[in-house]
């Protein structure tokens, strides 16, 4: 069993596999009393769950105040109601998505730990869109860090790529891979499992397998479930005011599984969560899953929310080991015969259990684009199309059971897919300050195969070179 920090800068485990908290603790009896919190000190209540006193609570509270800085809303992840729904605004951070409630706080808490353990670090990652912008922003110009970050290439939106690719800090290397998300989170894989190449380059991780990514989100949960506690009675499902304790469900929009598990965490904690309407496009395969029981590969399909064209979920088998009772040896099982055979069947008895954590919906492009039409439309509110995959899926489910309040997760702001607003509404959407000039900034990019030797190569070339010249300019 490692410690809360040294499995944050190893962010993979040697064997290949994730990081789980050794356990999950059920925090029940604190929700009265953390239902008043601000939210940055409802972070620090639940980081210091899992922490394990590795972090000094000074210091903890201190790059919490830093990393939520840059938020502007007070509520830093505020609730409001769109029409019938209710929304989490999730994109107020630095490269508006949900990515940056995590990775702000992820960077600073990685320059902590290496100033005070006088290591330096590669940081590695792959990235369908928001994490890479999110992880380049939270770590430009940060001490004793570089950072590789791998997209696929031509499959992000133009904003998601200029936001990585204009940041000029030369501690930040963008490559775009000659493939699939899934082709480039197989290469960072594959990087993290070259235990030679590992220690050579002292690799950290910043995409979702990383623990700490997973407990910043676990937060925003709470946090929109104590303002719904808070909302006028009218204007709720069941006409009357919520009671603490009363249930409540998250309409989640899901590629890679971290966002979506980090409220299953929540749940396991105490929070009454009824269930998790998990949100997919057109690439279905975490859907077919909730429906069936069996999860197996298929094709990639670009689609006009491209954060979600992802088949294989890094995070998907923390929830498998869950459901395998915590036994590693059964992970290990269903994880080979899945690598072998592209498929994994749970047994019916195993299956049962899914149904009480997750319902699904997979909603086509088409719907998509009605959805965020239509919203615009008759409420003048713009969903990005990720958002409008979960609203549309919330009211899939909520047709059939609309007694209990779903709370939908807005991920990210939709002048970063400016293409499908467009499709969805006619016109593009105006800029907000951060977007509007990166047109014309100059762009840092290297397209490389989708091969961990190519990979390999390019980092240790750029390593030994940017050490030549901080070596030169140090004499």
């Known amino acids: 069993m490692l410690a809360f920090s040294d499995a944050v800068i190893a962010g993979l485990a040697g064997d290949g596999g994730l990081y789980v908290p050794a356990t999950i603790p059920d925090v029940r009896a604190k929700l009265a009393e953390w239902r008043s919190l601000p939210y940055n000190d409802l972070c620090r209540a639940i980081f210091q769950c899992y922490c394990d006193g590795n972090l000094g609570a000074k210091a903890l509270g201190g790059m919490i105040e830093e990393s939520y800085a840059a938020f502007p809303h007070a509520d830093v992840t505020p609730l409001v109601r769109v029409g019938e729904a209710f ?39 792959a990235t369908s869109g928001d994490t890479g912008s999110a992880a380049i922003h939270a770590l430009r110009g940060k001490r004793g860090i570089e950072v590789f970050m791998l997209h696929p290439h031509g499959r992000v939106s133009p904003m998601q790529r200029r936001q990585m690719t204009t940041v000029p800090d030369a501690n930040i290397h963008c490559v775009a891979v000659e493939g699939s998300f899934d082709d480039a989170q197989a290469v960072v894989k594959d990087l993290f499992n070259d235990h030679s190449f590992n220690d050579e380059v002292n690799l950290g991780a910043v995409n979702s397998i990383n623990w700490a990514r997973i407990m910043a989100q676990i ?4 946090y929109a479930y104590f303002r719904l506690l808070e909302w006028p009675s009218a204007e709720l499902p069941a006409r009357r005011a919520m009671a603490l304790g009363a249930p409540v469900r998250f309409a989640v929009p899901t590629g890679n599984f971290g966002h979506i598990y980090a409220g299953y965490l929540a749940k396991r904690m105490g929070l009454p969560i009824e269930r998790l309407i ?84 997979a909603v086509d492009e088409a719907e998509t684009l009605a959805t965020m039409r239509e919203v615009w439309e008759r409420h003048g509110y713009l969903f990005d199309p990720h958002t409008a995959v979960g609203v549309q899926a919330a009211r899939i489910y909520a047709a059939s059971n609309d007694a209990v309040p779903t709370i939908c997760m807005a991920t990210a702001h ?40 190519a990979v390999r190569t390019f980092i240790r070339e750029t390593l030994t070179r940017n050490a030549a010249g901080a070596s030169v300019g140090n004499k």
């Open 219 to 222: 937060v925003y949960y709470f």
């Open 278 to 361: 998990l949100a997919t496009n057109a690439n279905e395969i975490l859907h077919r899953f909730v429906q069936t029981g069996v999860y197996r590969v298929g094709q990639v399909m670009p689609t006009v929310s491209p954060s979600m064209d992802i088949q294989v979920a890094s995070n998907f088998e923390r929830y498998l080991f869950e459901l395998a009772g915590r036994d590693a040896s059964q992970l290990r099982s269903w994880m080979s015969n899945f690598s072998v055979n592209g498929e994994l069947k749970l047994d019916t008895s195993v299956f049962t259990r899914v149904a009480d954590d997750f319902v699904s919906a």
């Open 87 to 125: 929304v989490l605004e999730l994109f107020h951070g630095p490269t508006l998505a949900f990515k940056d409630l995590a990775l702000q706080f992820l960077g600073i808490l990685f320059e902590h730990l290496l100033r005070h353990r006088g290591t330096r670090m590669t940081v590695l990652g």
């Open 414 to 453: 939709p002048a970063k897919f400016a293409e499908a607003v467009h499709r969805a509404i006619g016109e593009e959407p105006p800029l907000p300050p951060s977007l509007a000039g990166l047109g014309d900034l100059p762009e840092r990019l290297t397209v490389l195969p989708a091969e961990s030797g």
